[in-house]
């Protein structure tokens, strides 16, 4: 989607002159003036090192920009207290936490959610049999659907996902994808770069497709097929 008025929209996520990258070498993405807005699944697609999870860590505020600014509504992300990030939006990077000795059940306590809405959500991504385990010792795809639970727990306006499938056997795909367009039924916004983008073909939670390709960003038809958006990266 093009640049377009932010005011009365708080949710929108808006790179204004954008470049991003990291120090001593050439720029992943320069000079980007785009924006996501809406309820819905906004798709990121490019090649491998195209730059997908430089710049969704970018919109996210986790990674500084190497020039221009990343607006949430009218807020430069850079400005945004880490309350109030955690507020406005949940981030699940590619992959899960190796290092935490806490359980699972003590990892999402955290989020200060009552306990039928965290079994709650356990239950969905089959995960009740793992609460006394330490998230160090669960296996890759444990510890991802371990994290969407985190994130959607943050209970935020928008979910930031990097490579969310990339431990994920088949049915927990389907899942994850079930659940996210549920959330999306409730008003929700879901950035997600992924290389199983096919797995979004004719999705109709699909709000918008944007494709990485010789450091710009070229937006795709939602509505599309894996083809057409393959073609374009």
């Known amino acids: 989607m093009k640049m377009g008025e932010t005011k009365g929209n708080e949710h929108v996520i808006r790179a204004a002159n954008l470049t991003v990258g990291y120090s001593g070498y050439p720029h992943v993405l320069s000079q980007i ?14 090649g491998n090192g195209s730059g997908k999870s430089t710049l ?3 919109l996210a505020g986790l ?17 945004i207290s880490s309350t109030r990030r955690t507020a406005k939006m949940a981030f699940v990077q590619s992959l899960p936490p190796r290092q935490s000795e806490l359980t699972v059940s003590e990892a999402l306590a955290l989020s200060g959610r009552k306990e039928e809405q965290i079994n709650h959500w356990l239950h969905m991504f089959d995960l009740l049999g793992t609460t006394a385990k330490s998230l ?3 296996s890759d795809g444990l510890g991802q659907r371990v994290m969407l639970v985190r994130a ?20 927990s795909r389907q899942v994850m994808w079930g659940q996210l367009s549920a959330l999306v039924s409730q008003g929700k916004r879901v950035m997600v770069s992924s290389h199983d ?7 109709l939670d699909l709000r918008s497709v944007t494709a990485i390709r010789e450091n710009r960003l070229h937006t795709l038809n939602p509505t599309g097929t894996f083809e057409d958006w393959n073609a374009h990266i």
């Open 152 to 171: 959607i727990l943050q209970d935020t306006p928008w979910i930031l996902l990097d490579e969310p499938t990339a431990f994920l056997d088949v049915k």
């Open 136 to 138: 160090c010792n669960l």
């Open 63 to 79: 990674q500084k920009q190497r020039g221009g600014n990343v607006f949430w509504g009218n807020e430069d992300v850079s400005q």
């Open 56 to 58: 969704i860590r970018t």
């Open 197 to 203: 983008y096919h797995l979004l073909e004719g999705n």
């Open 33 to 46: 003036d785009f924006q996501w807005e809406g309820a819905g699944i906004h798709l990121i697609i490019g």
